[in-house]
């Protein structure tokens, strides 16, 4: 599914996406293909249903986000565990 569909089903509300195929580049996430996974009103409540699911299957991307955003395009964050210095 593209944004744009999901924009036009959801209308300003926050939806949790799978993310199926997205590209990166200079530092940011270019998402072109999602599956809805779940919406809701409140943010909050989408961040904890986006947290479960990364906890349940960390292998897969998933994201959330309102559908008032224009583009789906996030800031990549690398998460990791430094060495001894």
Known sequence: MRWQEVQERFPNEWVVLEVIKAHSDNGYRYIKDIVVIDRFENSLEAMMR??????????????FFHTS???LIARERHVGVRGPR
């Not at 986006?50 to 994201?63: I, M, T």
Request: aromatic residues 12%; contains cysteine.
């Open 69 to 71: 955003r224009k583009n």
């Open 50 to 63: 986006y947290e479960q699911l990364r906890k349940d299957q960390p292998q897969r991307e998933y994201c």
